[in-house]
């Protein structure tokens, strides 16, 4: 008897079992580019047919599997190749699955183990240029994973010596990238300022002015009010390198200006691929922007540059600032605090935040430090105070500064205004070659067709007139703009300019200045403002330091919620006690402590006299006299049990409107003066006086809450 080994038998991998499913022929074809520009995949794909069907498959029951199918699926994430692959194996449709090469059926050893398993598992058989392999055999098995291994390190390699040849390619900056706007690649290579001048025009324009507004928006805004466009030259597509003219916005401005290549830098490797960010569905995702010092490569001088290195920097630093962060001094916004974003706190030399809370309609601003409450949780803020008193302080230095170069100002200010002039009306002036030669150019096409050939000549005639129209309108936007806007500064207008910066406090008060312009003015000559509150009194110590690295020092007084927080408060009740002692009343010490330069706790020129009244009841102090009355009509003098009503508000120690408010209810008994000003006069004898102290004894509310209580026949004016 003789035993014929699995091995031993021809095609004894592929049985009955495998002819009756499908064959699938798996194509790798990774990217687009790969499908249009490199084809020997597709070619091969014949080649694995003929070989399935010489291992006993009907042609009509290959099935040929590629990533290019899969990237045209409807579904929102296209599947590859492979992933259609393992489903049909799953779905035991598939008998033989092959491919070019085994190491070209997955693009990670992770697929290609799970599809071994897969295939195992389902009974298929796995084929190549080479031979036949069954994974549920273990030699086919060894060798598989043998070859899984070498393919995905043979992949490493390859992938390593492309990336250290791009990149010893990008340190000698010869590495092509594609080009900004403004640039251009000439045929050997070398990059060059782009030919249009008006694209050049409008990349100078642009730095201009952000160095001049120094926001993006602000930059973005001024664009779009003088209707200048930026040209861009188009990167693909049958029209590649034609120049197109098309409306700023945000994101092209932001890009432009973080560009080193305007600076002349050759930089490469600015921005890298996550994978983590990486969205499967979305190839272009993951790239994350690096900082300057993790960039791959940065070579300067390198290509013809538009602006300085210097100021490159400059307006990097300035982007960072603008931005809306606790430790950056942010855009300067409409508020009405003046030195938002420049005031640091002295305790814990931490930039403050601003707050704004409503009293009578308007926005108050208040500067305070609360990065220990936000980031340690502490209990209280570690300093507050209201913005007034600094934006004053900061105001009278700033405008003591600016005096001495007024002259200088305003000379700068007007050559400032003639640049940017002439840089609009040369740019006015390209839109208007440029709309002449359209034009032209329409014209001389319109002359070349043949006259009978209408069905041309109507299009070419309608284009013409389109370029005509489009050229007087540009001539009357531009007449407008010379009208509004002269080339050439007038006398009038110089001396108008000298005058006011002759004036700055002038200037900076008139209603045509706006916050924002002030708060510009500030920062552009002030660095930080540095307060620190002694303790919990009005006394602030401030010190600015202006933009040249020297400081001014000064000290502020800042409101408080109470007369106990100031800093002189002993010295005031002391004073307080002694001109009571003296017999002087609340009004009269209210005079003195005026004179004597005692200010109120939440700012102001004088304590009011309540306020006095209340701390003397509250220190104890003697109520002291009232001022002398204007004499009553003869006749009508107060009697022996007779009052005016400051005289018995002082005896009862009460205000006068508590008293109206008894003489309303009837517990106090007045007649009138006959003559003007017609004042009450009030009748208590020692008896009612008791009766008045006991009632003014009693806890507010009380007779409220005693009216509540009673029951319906009870009096209505009850008697205590």
């Not at 900076?508 to 552009?524: I, Q």
């Not at 003697?622 to 002398?628: D, E």
Request: charged share 25%.
């Amino acid at each position: 008897m003789t035993a014929v080994l699995p091995w031993e038998r021809a095609n004894s991998k592929v049985s009955d079992r495998h002819l009756k499913r499908l064959a699938a022929v798996y194509v790798r074809q990774s990217t687009r580019q790969q499908l249009l520009n490199h084809q020997e995949s597709t070619r091969l794909q014949y080649a694995l047919k003929d070989r399935a069907v010489a291992l006993g498959w009907e042609a009509d029951r290959v099935l040929v599997i590629d990533d290019d199918q899969a990237m045209s699926a409807t579904s929102a994430v296209a599947r590859t190749g492979f992933q259609r692959l393992v489903t049909e194996i799953g779905l035991d449709h598939v008998g033989l699955v092959l491919g070019l090469e085994m190491s070209r059926l997955a693009r990670s050893g992770k697929d290609w183990y799970q599809l071994i398993e897969l295939c195992a598992l389902s009974g298929a058989v796995l084929a190549d240029l080479d031979g036949v392999y069954d994974p549920a055999d273990y030699n086919d098995r060894l060798v598989l994973g043998l070859k899984g291994t070498i393919s995905e390190a043979e992949l490493h390699l390859i992938k390593q010596r492309m990336w250290t040849g791009r990149l010893n390619k990008a340190r000698r900056g010869e590495l092509a990238f594609p080009l900004p706007s403004g640039y251009v690649r000439r045929a050997s290579g070398e990059v060059v300022f782009d030919p249009d001048e008006q694209v050049q025009t409008v990349i100078r324009l642009v730095f201009a002015q952000f160095e001049r507004i120094g926001t993006l928006h602000g930059m973005l805004r001024y664009l779009v009010r003088h209707d200048v466009q930026l040209g861009i030259r188009l990167r693909e597509g049958p029209d590649k390198g034609t120049l197109e003219w098309r409306r700023p916005n945000r994101m092209t401005l932001q890009t432009l200006l973080h560009n080193p290549a305007y600076a002349g830098i050759y930089a490469y490797g600015r921005r890298r691929i996550d994978p983590r960010r990486k969205d499967p569905g979305r190839p272009g995702t993951g790239r994350v922007v690096q900082t300057r010092d993790e960039w791959l490569v940065m070579v300067p001088d390198v290509l013809p540059a538009y602006i300085t290195v210097a100021q490159f920097e400059a307006n990097e630093a300035k982007l960072a600032a603008n931005r809306a962060r606790a430790e950056t001094m942010c855009a300067v916004r409409g508020g009405p605090a003046l030195a938002a974003g420049l005031v640091f706190c002295g305790r814990c030399e931490r930039r403050m935040s601003m707050r704004y809370h409503t009293q009578r309609g308007h926005n108050l601003p208040e500067y305070m430090c609360v990065r220990e409450v936000t980031n340690y949780g502490a209990d209280k803020t570690c300093q507050l105070l209201n913005a007034a008193c600094v934006d004053a302080f900061v105001e009278q230095q700033v405008l003591a500064a600016l005096t001495p170069a007024a002259v200088e100002v305003s000379l700068q200010a007007a050559d400032q205004v003639m640049a940017e002039r002439a840089e609009l009306e040369k740019l006015w002036s390209q839109k208007l070659e440029r709309a002449e030669y359209e034009a032209d150019r329409a014209r001389r096409c319109y002359h070349l067709a043949e006259p009978e050939n209408r069905l041309v000549v109507r299009q070419l005639e309608k284009e013409w007139e389109t370029a005509l129209a489009a050229q007087q309108k540009l001539r009357e936007d531009h007449e407008r703009f010379t009208r509004t806007s002269p080339r050439v500064l007038t006398p009038a207008e110089r001396q108008t300019i000298t005058a006011l910066a002759g004036d700055i406090d002038g200037l900076w008060r008139a209603r045509t200045t706006t916050v924002t312009d002030r708060k510009e003015m500030v920062r552009a000559i002030v660095n930080k403002v540095i307060v620190t509150v002694i303790g919990t009194t009005e006394r602030v110590q401030a010190t600015i330091v202006w933009a040249g690295g020297s400081t001014t020092s000064g000290e502020l007084v800042r409101p408080v919620q109470r007369l106990s927080q100031l800093s002189y408060y002993p010295q005031l009740v002391a004073r307080i006690r002694e001109l009571a002692g003296q017999g002087v009343g609340a009004s009269g010490i209210a005079d003195r402590l005026e004179a004597e330069g005692y200010r109120p706790a939440k700012g102001g020129n004088r304590i009011t006299s309540n306020t006095i009244r209340n701390l003397m009841r509250q220190l104890g102090c003697p109520a002291g006299r009232v001022h002398r009355h204007r004499p009553a009509p003869p006749g009508e003098e107060p009697g022996p049990d007779e009052w005016w009503l400051k005289h018995l508000a002082a005896e009862l120690n009460m205000t006068t409107a508590t008293l109206y408010n008894w003489i309303n209810r009837g517990w106090i008994t007045t007649r009138r003066e006959s003559c003007w000003p017609h004042r009450l006069i009030a009748h208590a004898d020692q008896q009612e006086l008791a009766v008045l102290r006991e009632r003014r004894t009693r806890p507010p509310g009380w007779y409220s809450r005693r009216l509540w209580n009673e029951t319906n026949d009870a009096p209505t004016n009850p008697t205590p």
